[in-house]
């Protein structure tokens, strides 16, 4: 069994945003780029199935659309565990762009599971693994929160809405995967990072696709009012202004 | 044209959730100076279907059929393609719930459609097609064009009122005719919770963090929460440590909420939790430290040890409540 991660890289969670260009661009200045939370949780998972030799999983191979300086990041999931990595040399202009250009590394290659984010903590999208499955006709699972391999079946936990189900799928197809997969990220040992070095990047120059979106600009949220407090030995009257003046209670 | 709105149902009953996605859809077909139209899948009463038309829809379709119990993407998608098709809608709107989400993209690649996931207004503009949507995890917003003929949108929970209009739908029930034969999603096992309030319906959330220094202490914020008919949940710390399930973890990789009223009980407000609470229209934080990053995000504060300000909460919401 092989699976692929699709990953994107996001500037670091904590970065406080700001734009350029009119307010159409995201300043890169000073911004650290990491692998999407959600990826992480999903490399960890992959490689979790792969160490454990029942479930048969041969080999987890890391996918990524972006240009050359995106490649630190691949590097970083390589030495975290994966085997190797496709990249294809374009800019992520949109959701649509990014599944087709992923739809064509699946069709160069054979993959059964393919993972996917549930959303990439930038576009907050949560869009590119069901338009890949839908672009390769194969069956996908939304809000996947366990993956587990017993006797060659997949089993699959989907959150539902207050509740879970657990799943069987046909090999091969799309899961879109949240919290749950995984507990901890897994972190590159010294080990991992000096081997990363040596494993292969495949670059593939990307196919012709449409973009069905494109962005007008950013706005940034209105700040808040400023937060009153309330004295801490007076707590009904928090209860009060909740009832009174906010109207919420 | 027209605007086609998909109503998932729960056991054969719509949510408070599915009449504000239909509000929506009839405001955003007055934009559009056209009529919107409800499509459900899987058995619903008649009755229930009825209800949809309180909201302004000009139309409902109700698809039945055997196979239709359990959500299988592709057949869902497929119908609702069709059905978008059939009656030439222009902009399809969905949940941003996790059925939305498994949805809409898949019907953004079969109807060739541009998708704007998480909306929380009415389009800025209709042409150009301009959408409102969250970024960057609620630290900005992006105006998205979608330059597509048909356009998809999925309308964050919590965030569009009810608007009662009656347009005298008249209501559809046709069998499935999608091969079921593609469906290849089987359902082993279902755990679901009953009688509890849903985190991502709830329009107010009592939430806490590490402040509350114990998984034994959660007695108190419990029973606050069900003075309020509110949800519970939790920041990370507090679900990695298995005080609290999964389940109940709010913040960037966690659950993204918009309630009314967000309070937040021993959690000092990183980033990554503001991530997924910053929605909130009022937020209320308890917090030792006054220069915890909560108190920049909240309304109403009170500096002070979670332990010892509930029970003064809990018992003056008991005492309004009780009036």
Same mark, same amino acid.
């Given at each position: ?10 500037? +670091?969670?904590?970065?406080? $945003? ?79 762009? $990014?599944?087709?250009? &992923?739809?064509?590394? $699946? ?24 338009? &890949? ?17 017993? +006797? ?8 539902? +809405? ?13 899961? $879109? ?34 973009? /069905?979106?494109?962005?007008?600009? /950013? ?31 | *044209? ?92 969905? =949940? ?11 019907? !953004? ?70 091969? !079921? ?30 402040? *509350? ?54 959690? =000092? ?37 979670? *332990? ?16």
């Amino acid at each position: 069994m092989k699976i692929l991660v699709c990953m994107s890289q996001v500037p +670091d969670t904590t970065t406080r $945003v700001k734009f350029v260009d009119d307010n159409k661009k995201l300043d890169t200045n000073g911004i650290q780029w990491v692998i999407n939370p959600w990826d992480e949780l999903s490399l960890t998972r992959a490689l979790e199935l792969k160490d454990d030799a029942a479930t048969e999983v041969k080999s987890v191979t890391i996918a990524h659309v972006g240009h050359a300086g995106t490649e630190p990041t691949i590097r970083k999931a390589l030495a975290i565990g994966a085997d190797d990595a496709v990249r294809v040399n374009a800019e992520p202009a949109d959701a649509f762009f $990014v599944a087709s250009q &992923l739809a064509e590394v $699946v069709r160069n290659d054979k993959f059964d599971i393919l993972l996917c984010l549930i959303e990439s903590s930038d576009h907050n999208g949560s869009t590119v693994g069901g338009m &890949l499955a839908e672009l390769l006709e194969l069956p996908s699972i939304s809000a996947v929160s366990g993956l587990n391999i017993r +006797d060659g079946q997949v089993l699959i936990n989907r959150e539902i +809405d207050g509740g879970r189900e657990t799943v069987t799928l046909p090999t091969p197809f799309v899961a $879109v995967v949240q919290k749950g997969i995984a507990k901890e990220p897994r972190i590159a040992a010294m080990r991992g990072i000096m081997m990363a070095r040596t494993k292969p990047i495949k670059v593939l120059e990307p196919i012709a696709a449409e973009t /069905y979106t494109e962005i007008a600009g /950013y706005e940034m949220p209105k700040p808040r009012t400023a937060c009153r407090f309330i004295d801490p030995a007076s707590p009904k009257q928090l209860i009060e202004l909740l009832q009174q003046e906010a109207k919420v209670i | *044209m027209s605007v086609l709105v998909f109503t998932e149902n729960w056991d054969g009953k719509f949510k408070k959730s599915s009449f504000e996605l239909v509000s929506y859809a009839s405001s955003v077909a007055e934009m559009l100076n056209t009529t919107a139209c409800a499509l459900s899948i899987g058995k619903v009463d008649k009755g229930e279907l009825e209800e949809l038309g309180l909201y302004g829809v000009k139309k409902i379709i109700g698809v039945t059929g055997d196979s239709l119990d359990v959500l299988d993407n592709q057949i869902y998608t497929r119908i609702i393609a069709e059905t978008a098709v059939k009656e030439g809608a222009t902009v399809v709107i969905l =949940s941003n719930n996790n059925t939305g989400k498994a949805l809409a993209p898949r019907l !953004s690649v079969r109807l060739r459609a541009g998708i704007g996931t998480g909306v929380s207004k009415l389009p800025v503009s209709i042409n150009p097609f301009v959408l409102y949507k969250r970024a960057y995890s609620g630290n900005a917003y992006a105006l998205l064009t979608i330059k597509t003929g048909i356009r998809i949108i999925t309308l964050a929970q919590n965030s569009y009122e009810l608007i009662e209009r009656r347009n005298d739908p008249v209501i559809e029930e046709v069998p499935l005719q999608v091969d !079921s034969s593609l469906a290849k999603t089987r359902v082993q096992e279902v755990q679901k919770q009953t009688g509890k309030i849903l985190l991502t319906d709830a329009e107010i959330v009592v939430s806490g963090g590490r402040g *509350m220094k114990s998984p034994d202490n959660w007695g108190p914020l419990i029973e606050l929460a069900d003075l309020l008919g509110a949800a519970t949940a939790c920041s990370r710390p507090v679900s990695d440590e298995g005080w609290r399930g999964h389940d109940e973890h709010t913040g960037q990789t966690g659950k993204i909420i918009a309630p009314n009223l967000y309070i937040a009980i021993g959690i =000092s407000g990183a980033t990554q939790h503001l991530a997924g609470v910053s929605s909130s229209k009022y937020i209320v934080a308890i917090n030792t430290d006054k220069d915890a990053p909560i108190f920049e995000a909240a309304q109403y504060g009170i500096v002070g040890d979670a *332990m010892k300000v509930l029970p003064g909460l809990v018992e003056s919401v008991r005492e309004i409540k009780s009036r």
